[in-house]
């Protein structure tokens, strides 16, 4: 039987190489046709410890989430599994090296294979198992040699060495599993299509944030944000930005507040304990009027809580961090694309409207992978600010009637540019004066009217329709949309726009319908949005908060009425 | 000269406040080296010095409290054509801010940074600081102050920083010079000014006849410049310590050179980086 769909687990200790296995596993899927989905899950260790990869692979139809059952799992230790062999399904089996079955009860699942051998063979290092064993696990899969071979070079891109000795174990694994194809009862097709992309949330980001224009991006490391910095560092002279490693999230965010003062679209990325640092600039920006976006990679929390899990726990947080009352935008992008168009948007949102925009993502949004057949094309657009001369008067806030005041670059002859994180009048002098401070409030707030249009136009969108309106925010969309296919008359209704936030739109979307809200935290923070903007409250909530993502099936027993309450 | 570098605001600190020194040796300083006031940022944190930005008639941007250094090394990065000096005091830089001064220094960032030291925190009304004596009793230390202070010459020197100076503020003319060579000072320049605060903590008739100002000192010597920073009684006045390497900014060759281009837009073509997730 032609395998339509497959999940492959793979799983052993933090440095066996289970991340790299999951990678060259989603390619070599993806060079066979398949449209690919790849999460992971580990420790906050760099030796020992578990951790695991789940590829899925879907013929002909996008796969959008993760999911309970697994066809096949390769097993780098005895504790992969011991953890997750109930996962397999029905005909699942389980590769290992002979040395991992030895001692384990024996189990007509279990397809113990001389993996150590071929890798002594090949002259490669011993962790070079873990391709031995996704090769052999493949061939049995009935898969091709030359697309597998593809992948651990598209892996191994620029390390020439470990491409080659890595290609022959693959080769020679490959033979091993070929014999075994019995064994196994998916047949994989090989249905190639080109031109598609492996993306995960992450590198989508730092991308849109390319695209957007960005030159500047500073960070302090921290999980899950920092393939972010990663990607930038490493592409910065290509693309002919200043990435800076700053010494704290204060310094980060502070950096590019006086670097976007001096006409650098400036980015920063962190996660939630960053971005708790980062709330007193935050405040800094929008009182100076400096265009600044923020990227949280939501983890699990309170405090250092669980640094490489995911979660939703910051909405309220980004809505509201940072003292004193300020306009800002909070976006929140469910799926790759999402962040990269809505990272461009937010840097042309922050240049235009001269805001503080923050973009929410998590874990699992930023370090999963999906399948993507391109990228729309999106640019800068040129924002409020004035370059050349100086205009006659020119002054830093003045007062308009959209609230926004042309912003001038230093350096611009004949200008006086004064940016004040004290409350100011239109030149930027301190002020105290009552008259004055009120109407500078205002006048940042008038930004709001054009940002709520922009919100109630931008910030909904739905898929699928019914009288079951399904509510979710962020990265939890993209198991929604899993969940979807099994579920009839429910319409998706994900928010986009969490500030300002599109009362108005989605208020329509939920008209008449059972409003069911699913979220990754554990305080329904969107249904709380939803019972202050609406007035309505939601007849359901589904809330995990376990630092894992929800799972498709759980949604789908969710709206059928199993679950949630 | 200096006229072009005020902005015509009376200055509002207390009578005999040593800012008004440090206010006219950088206006004066500026106006020597040629400066055209549209090519210089200063960044000021929060603390009595904070109101130089209202007075120094050049870019400003006002910080919030302790975060001028990272701002200022922003904006250095984002246009190294731009003169940037910070005005901190030493509440703003020593306290609060500290850390972000000492990576400042030991990245070697190309701004001059300027700590208004008056050992108190002064517009708070007068508590103890980092740099306060033990024993001085303040609002916050009514007993007496039971903290050592730290030697922030001897932290600026330690962290990497490549032009080392003190002046005082009631010495104009020699802390004008001082300024001159920070503001161009490749890399990092600090300059801690001893600064008298007369309402909250006047440390003139204390330092009265222990301050001299150096001479045949060789500001390359980093043991001797150590030296200077140990001594105790008497106090250096001058650049303790000056070399010249490479700033941080040079590290961008890839921008360093064209600042202006900051300014368009540059929409950048994603399909080689794509080829990456293919």
């Not at chain 1, 039987?1 to 497959?6: D, I, P, Q, T």
């Not at chain 1, 006409?263 to 996660?271: D, H, K, L, M, Y």
Request: charged share 20%.
């Amino acid at each position: 039987m032609a395998a339509k769909e497959l999940a492959v687990l793979v799983g052993g200790p933090a440095g066996s190489g289970v991340f790299a296995t999951g990678a060259i596993a989603a390619r070599a899927l993806l060079y066979h046709g398949y449209s690919v989905f790849a999460t992971n899950e580990y420790p906050s260790t760099i030796r020992g410890g578990h951790q695991w990869v789940l590829v899925r692979g879907r013929l002909g139809e996008n796969v959008y989430a993760h999911c309970r059952s697994i066809d096949a799992l390769l097993a780098l230790d005895a504790e992969t599994i011991r953890l997750h062999e109930a996962r397999l399904g029905g005909r699942g089996v389980v590769v290992c090296d002979e040395s991992v079955a030895k001692g384990l009860c024996s189990n007509a699942r279990i397809v113990a294979l001389g993996l150590r051998e071929v890798v002594e063979k090949a002259g490669a290092p011993p962790v070079a198992v873990n391709v031995a064993g996704l090769s052999a696990l493949l061939a049995m899969m009935g898969a091709r040699l030359e697309p597998i071979l593809e992948a651990v070079k598209s892996y191994y891109r620029g390390r020439e060495r470990l491409a080659e000795l890595n290609v022959r174990v693959a080769t020679m694994a490959y033979e091993l599993g070929v014999k075994l194809e019995a064994l196994s009862s998916l047949k994989l097709k090989y249905e190639p299509r080109g031109g598609r992309l492996l993306l995960d949330g992450n590198s989508a980001v730092a991308l849109g944030a390319l695209a957007g224009g960005m030159s500047f991006f500073a960070a302090y490391p921290i999980t899950p944000a920092s393939p972010i910095l990663h990607f930038l560092a490493e592409v910065q002279e290509e693309v002919g930005a200043i990435v800076v490693q700053a010494e704290c999230e204060l310094a980060a965010i502070n950096m590019a507040v006086g670097a976007a003062y001096a006409g650098a679209r400036a980015v920063v990325a962190t996660s939630g304990p960053g971005f708790s640092l980062m709330a007193e600039a935050l405040g800094e920006a929008a009182m100076t009027e400096t265009p600044i976006v923020v990227v949280n990679v939501q983890r699990a929390g309170p405090s250092t809580g669980l640094p490489t899990h995911t979660a939703q726990g910051d909405l309220r947080f980004a809505i509201h961090a940072s003292h004193g009352e300020f306009p800002r935008v909070v976006l929140a992008p469910g799926d790759p694309v999402e962040a990269y168009q809505l990272t461009c948007e937010a840097l042309n949102l922050a240049w235009r409207y001269q805001v503080p925009v923050i973009l929410l993502t998590d874990k699992y949004l930023g370090e999963s992978y999906w399948t993507i057949d391109g990228l729309p094309r999106v640019e800068p657009d040129e924002g409020s600010i004035i370059v050349g001369e100086a205009p006659a008067g020119y002054a830093r806030y003045r007062v308009t009637d959209d609230g926004v005041s042309p912003m001038l670059l230093p350096g611009t002859r004949g200008a006086r540019v004064y940016a004040n994180a004290n409350e100011h009048d239109e030149e930027g002098f301190v002020t105290v004066d009552p008259e004055t401070v009120r109407r500078m409030q205002e006048k940042r707030f008038r930004k709001l009217r054009m940002l709520r249009a922009l919100a109630e136009e931008r910030g909904v969108k739905v898929y699928g329709s019914g009288r079951v309106a399904l509510l979710v925010w962020g990265s939890t969309k993209m198991v929604a949309l899993e969940a979807l296919r099994e579920l009839e008359g429910v319409k998706l209704v994900q928010v986009v726009w969490l500030e300002p936030f599109p009362a108005q739109s989605l208020g329509r979307e939920l008209e008449g319908c059972r409003v069911l809200v699913a979220e990754n935290n554990a305080t329904g923070q969107l249904a709380s949005l939803v019972r202050e903007h609406l007035l309505r409250e939601p007849d359901s909530l589904l809330l995990r908060y376990d630092g894992r993502q929800l799972e498709p099936e759980e949604i789908v027993e969710f709206v059928r009425g199993g679950r949630g309450g | 000269m200096a006229s072009a570098f005020d902005t015509g605001r009376r200055p509002q600190w207390c009578p005999g406040c040593g800012n008004y020194g440090i206010l006219a040796a950088v206006r004066a300083a500026l106006a020597e080296l040629g400066l055209k006031p549209e090519s210089v940022v200063a960044v000021a944190g929060i603390g009595c010095h904070g109101r130089m930005t209202e007075y120094l008639g050049v870019n400003a941007f006002h910080a919030i409290h302790g975060r001028a250094v990272p701002v200022a090394v922003g904006v250095k990065l984002a246009n190294p054509s731009l003169k940037v000096i910070v005005h901190t005091g030493d509440g703003d830089a020593y306290s609060i801010g500290l850390s972000h001064l000492l990576h400042a220094a030991r990245r070697n960032v190309g701004i001059a940074v300027i700590v208004h030291n008056n050992m108190i925190f002064a517009l708070t009304t007068g508590q103890a600081g980092p740099t306060t004596p033990k024993g001085v009793r303040t609002r916050s230390t009514p007993s007496g102050n039971p903290e050592e202070p730290f030697n922030p010459i001897l932290l600026a020197l330690a962290s990497g920083a490549t032009f080392v100076a003190r002046g005082f503020s009631d010495d104009v003319q020699h802390l004008k010079e001082l300024i001159k060579r920070a503001v161009n000072h490749r890399g990092f320049a600090i300059i801690d000014v001893i600064q008298p605060c007369p309402t909250f903590y006047d440390v003139r008739r204390e330092i009265r006849g222990r301050l001299y100002k150096l001479e045949g000192h060789d500001p390359a010597d980093f043991k001797a410049a150590l030296n200077l920073a140990l001594e105790a009684e008497k106090i250096p006045l001058g650049v303790l310590y000056d070399v010249e390497k490479p700033a941080f900014e040079e590290n961008f060759k890839h921008l360093v050179k064209q600042p202006a281009e900051l300014a368009s837009l540059r929409k950048l073509s994603l399909a080689k980086l794509l080829a990456r997730f293919s």
